[in-house]
């Protein structure tokens, strides 16, 4: 009996250190297509968690609770054939702060060239070197992404290599007839994002990603003040590439996920901080100026 239970807890621990990396909420919303069977999207939706949860994407070993939180939101809009469907596919992913139980978003994208084809039981299978099937190169594509943005703001430009393999699925893919994966279709596709990441003229970007999780809001718990200073100091970099590329999608991506965070962190600052970040924002995320508009009225309360 002794030696059963120690088989047992040799069993689980070994498969905790070598758990999958994702811990990876997935819904398919099929509203919007009347008249289907309801049934092939639970399999769909299931099949798609079973691929981004239980393949090994890396390497490392993770115990479950370094699991790297995320979701992915597929809203199916059309039902084009038997078995080919268009709609938009919705990625977040979110990461501990160091010292407390907030969680910040790292990641919210959302991707409107959603095209896939979907068998009922017929296996999700991911090739890394053909485009045959898009479904599982579009999640291929962003469970590296995850784990690309998610390294990064652990170490310095720490998911390179993640973000290496998703660019060799968009280059795989340049010959798919689906659309996302090509540089003239769009500025803000698949193409450009993992483009404007690796490329080096906005490799602050990715400095960025570091500073103001690991440096900024993992010190805040024990020294707000400083790691609130080195949030707005990762700002300027941000600046930077707005001021060499307005229209790069990593902006847009950064403040999607990091607009109302902002206002909370800076709200708390003192008058010189507020204001020099507030010039910032309002130059390089204009969209966003009401919300930014918050962190002066915190003064007058």
Known sequence: MKKLILLVVAIVSFTMLHAQELRCNVTVNHQSIQGANRQLFRTMQSDIYEFMNNRKWTEHAYTYDEKIKCNILIKLDEQISTDEFRGSIQVQLTRPVFGSSYETTVLNIKDNDFRCKYVEFQPLEFNETSNRDNLTNILAYYAYVILGFDYDTFSPQGGTPFFEKAQSIVNNSQNAPEKGWKAFESER??????????NNSYSSFRDVMYTYHRQGLDLMAQKPEEGRANIANSLRDIQAVFR????????????????????????????DERNRVMAILNEVDPSNGNKYKRIAESEEL
């Not at 596709?189 to 690796?198: A, C, G, P, T």
């Not at 590329?245 to 990593?250: E, G, L």
């Open 244 to 271: 060499r590329r307005p229209s790069a999608y990593i902006l847009q991506m950064f403040f999607d996920a990091k607009a109302d965070e902002l206002v909370n962190v800076f709200s708390k600052s003192l008058p």
């Open 189 to 198: 596709n698949r193409y450009w994002l993992i483009e404007n990441v690796l």
